[in-house]
């Protein structure tokens, strides 16, 4: 990170700013209008300590692997716009002759390393190749989509716009490692858009040929570069619309019946997704996963710094019986590790103080609401049931195959807003139900 980089992040953040100023004249909200321009500088700000991170703490694949290298194909193009075709040939056909670091070779094997790699050589030639610049245009990429998370759940919830907020534009693991050249970035924008596109699409029947684009385009990022996020969110929140349609229908036997039956059709359909997509979730399929556990496992074992790596506590056969035991470990290991006195490093430090707020926040709402409440809220509200199943799927399948708490950070960030989202609604749940006229009339 030189004088170039500081000289032209400031610069860069103005041209952001003025963007998204005149996108803000849109709204007529000023509660809206107040978040969007919080929610713009903690990202642009964020992109400061990513970037010292990266540089002189911990350099990972975000400087040496996608920023060396795809800053090197931008060069490339830049010399000949003929190595354009670099950036559009599969990851298999790249030539790793032209790799600028030799420790590198083998990576873009990978579609999904690949992928962030073209994104960054294509931006390079637009931010002179500089790290820092490269990095704000990744934040500002998850910041529209992660904008569009928030206006998602803000328009069904406006009270809680607070509590929004801190589940999605405050939450600091969140934030952090979606502000630079990673798979986060693009992955959290990605899951933001889709969200919105198929609300608007299909519960608000607006600009039906346009989000359908969107959720085509950024669905096909998904499946390139974190595939098992795509297929373990999309079944719950279509199991979302339909719930929420289902307010149509007046027959309260069938409308009782929709809900279960539906949770059961999207489980059945999540699983032979899964099933059919062994190879290309990387170990993340129904069969794949007996395989790939203990792949993961005996890998993260064998590292030569394992400082950070954990057990479960459960020693996996290969049978679906052993996952289901390991289960409970593995969801606690997502949400709630690493504790404070297993961070060995200051990239873990961060999230241990966040797990642990997360931790008592989840004891502090089961035990006020209580486990009746808790868990019928939970079957009640569509939007309570799609986060935490999605939530809690989504924990199972990282903790039982990350062993490594430096790894676990950053993979679990897709599930915490959602989970910490469907606290906050069962807590208002709750505390409208016990202030509602009958309630108190009763009491």
């Not at 390079?124 to 998850?142: Q, R």
Request: aromatic letters at 18%.
């Amino acid at each position: 990170m030189g004088t170039i980089d500081l000289l032209l992040y400031p610069l860069y953040v103005a041209l952001f700013y003025f963007f998204f100023s005149a996108r803000r004249k849109n709204y007529n909200d000023p509660v809206l209008q107040f978040y969007h321009k919080q929610g713009f500088w903690i990202k642009a700000l964020s992109v400061i300590p990513f970037t010292i991170f990266n540089v002189y703490i911990s350099k990972g694949d975000s400087y040496g692997l996608y920023y060396l290298e795809g800053a090197n194909i931008g060069k490339m193009i830049l010399h000949n716009t003929d190595n354009l075709k670099l950036v559009f040939s599969p990851a298999a056909d790249f030539d790793q002759g032209l790799l600028l670091d030799r420790f590198n070779l083998g990576y873009f094997s990978a579609e999904s390393n690949f992928m962030v790699t073209r994104i960054t050589a294509l931006l390079s030639i637009f931010t002179f190749g500089k790290y820092m610049v490269t990095n704000l245009v990744f934040s500002m990429i998850s910041f529209t989509g992660v904008w569009r998370l928030y206006r998602f759940f803000y328009e069904q919830y406006p009270h809680l716009h607070k509590q929004l907020a801190i589940a999605i534009l405050y939450l600091p693991t969140f934030v952090f490692w979606s502000s630079g050249i990673l798979k986060d970035p693009i992955c959290t924008g990605a899951l933001g858009w889709i969200t919105y596109a198929l609300y608007e699409a299909f519960y608000k029947k607006k600009n039906l040929i346009k989000n359908v684009v969107i959720v085509l385009f950024f669905g096909y990022l998904l499946a390139v570069i974190k595939v098992y996020i795509l297929i373990s969110y999309v079944p719950f929140f279509i199991l979302y619309l339909i719930l929420k349609n289902a307010t149509l229908i007046k027959n309260k036997f069938i409308r009782m019946l929709i809900g279960p039956t539906l949770i059961v059709v999207c489980m059945m359909m999540f699983t032979t997704i899964m099933a059919q997509l062994t190879d290309s979730l990387g170990g993340f399929a129904q069969e794949g996963l007996t395989k790939s556990i203990n792949t993961y496992q005996k890998a993260y074992a064998e590292q030569v710094d394992a400082t950070s790596n954990f057990s479960l506590g459960v020693e996996y056969d290969g049978s679906m019986g052993t996952l289901v035991k390991m289960a409970p470990a593995a969801i606690i290991a997502t949400l709630y590790r690493p504790f404070i006195w297993e961070s060995k490093k200051l990239s873990t430090l961060l999230s241990s103080f966040e797990s642990l707020a997360i931790m008592f926040f989840t004891i502090y709402v089961f035990f006020k609401v209580g486990a009746k409440n808790f868990i019928w809220a939970i079957i009640k509200d569509p939007a309570i049931l799609y986060c935490i199943l999605f939530a809690v799927l989504f924990a199972l399948f990282v903790g039982a195959t990350t062993a490594n708490f430096g790894t676990l950070v950053r993979y679990k960030i897709p599930c915490l807003p959602f989970y910490i989202i469907a606290l906050f609604l069962i807590l208002d749940k709750y505390k409208q139900t016990k202030n509602s006229p009958d309630t108190i009339q009763a009491a």
